[in-house]
């Protein structure tokens, strides 16, 4: 039974970054309830209170909201983008508390409205267009906005529904998105051209920012991605210059502050080099929820992610976020040939007794994200060595013998 003094916190979707959000809430005395997509999602596995619904059913986010003879929620945010703004809307206006609200959460719903608004800010984003629907005409723009790419590729993005390397696709010809092309034309997704930026890295910044205004970063961190997904995350970033740094965090709050952002966004950047050789970080993607750029904090920083989602959102103090070692890296267990992942947990125990293990009690399936090792000390390479190693046990692989 909900305590009447422990706020209400609801949350849209029943995946791994909802069952994270348990442990923080539980140490915060906040309730969590959460809408799950069916009753074995990795949050409905640890929540007590998971309603079974989908995200686009109006129904069931107004009784996760309101819950018929039950205690309405102080606020309402979520664990990913894919909710019906319309409805968001009218919660807003009916006095709901919805974080991030509807006007900024649509900036990670939308590429082009994301890439308008960006612009709008003078935050530094690749060169950019949004393509027309009308084929001919799209592929028309398309090889003029080929003709100035300097290597002559660009990528093509779908607007919406997107991520982890999906309706993503490098082209060097217009034909080379004719399915696309003829989808938009059907009414399909809109879809935008980029200049396929020759970065260096991939970095990425968090920010959390609470209603009242207070906002806080954490240090910026590299992300390596393997087959458009994210494998291992470095915090903070190595060798980054501490200008750029501040460039980088001084562009994600200011990105934060104008589209109104309140609970966590994550930044996602390219270092690349600028005109004159010198790097700069340009705009990536935006993901305005705790993000998996961010799981290192859970363990690496004074304050996690989660916990931090959950004070913004119910607009309390921020928490410090600085971090708890020289260098913690956090490896994502893509798929395994185990049949259960807890199998590993001796040999992970014995051989890396440093590692932080969280697994996502998900089904197995090649490439899914199954869980993540985080692992903090002082000597980068060994850290990183110790703890791709972890998560290859994980996977059911047999890591190579490690001498420290």
């Known amino acids: 039974m909900t305590s009447p003094a422990a706020p209400v916190v609801a949350v849209v979707g029943g995946g791994q970054l909802a069952r994270m959000m348990a442990p923080a809430a539980a140490e915060l005395g906040v309730h969590l309830r959460v809408l799950v997509e069916d009753a074995t999602t990795s949050a409905a596995q640890v929540v007590v209170d998971a309603p079974v619904g989908g995200a686009a059913d109006e129904a069931a986010i107004r009784a996760l909201v309101a819950p018929a003879g039950g205690t309405a929620a102080d606020v309402l945010t979520f664990e990913h983008e894919h909710v019906p703004n319309t409805l968001l809307a009218d919660l ?36 950019w267009a949004a393509l027309p629907s009308d084929p001919d005409a799209a592929r028309d723009a398309l090889a003029a906005f080929l003709a100035d790419a ?23 010809a217009a034909t080379d ?21 020759p970065f260096t890295r991939e970095l990425a910044v968090l ?42 965090r001084d562009t994600a709050v200011a990105i934060a502050e104008g589209l109104d952002v309140t609970g966590v966004l994550a930044v996602e950047m390219f270092e ?32 996690s992610q989660f916990e931090q989602h959950l004070r913004a959102v119910l607009d309390l103090p921020l928490g410090a976020t600085e971090p708890v070692a020289r260098w913690t890296v956090m490896a994502n267990v893509l798929g395994s040939t185990l049949d259960r992942l807890t199998d590993a947990l001796p040999a992970v125990g014995e051989r890396y007794p440093e590692a932080r293990v969280n697994l996502y009690g998900k089904g197995i399936r090649a490439g899914r994200k199954l869980g993540h090792v985080n692992v903090s000390g002082d000597d ?25």
């Open 92 to 127: 807003v206006e009916h006095g709901t508390p919805v974080r991030p609200g509807p006007h900024a959460l649509v900036q990670a719903q939308d590429k082009i409205v994301m890439r308008r608004r960006l612009t709008e800010l003078g935050a530094p984003c690749p060169r």
């Open 150 to 172: 300097p290597d002559g590729a660009a990528v093509v993005k779908t607007a919406r529904g997107g991520y982890d390397g999906k309706g993503v696709r490098v082209v060097t």
């Open 177 to 197: 998105v004719d399915d696309w092309l003829d989808a938009h034309a059907a009414g399909g997704p809109e879809l935008l051209v980029e200049a396929k930026v």
């Open 207 to 248: 920010v959390a920012r609470r209603p009242s205004g207070e906002v806080r970063t954490w240090p910026v961190v590299e992300s390596v991605q393997r087959d458009g997904v994210c494998a291992e995350v470095i915090a903070p970033a190595p060798d980054l210059d501490d200008a750029l740094a501040a460039a980088a």
């Open 272 to 303: 690349a080099p600028g005109a004159d050789g010198t790097p700069e970080v340009l705009v990536n993607e935006l993901a305005m929820r705790p993000h998996n750029s961010g799981h290192w904090t859970i363990d690496g920083a004074v304050t």
């Open 380 to 404: 980068l390479a060994a850290v990183r060595r110790r703890a791709a190693a972890a998560a290859a046990l994980l996977r059911g692989e047999t890591p190579p013998n490690e001498e420290d």
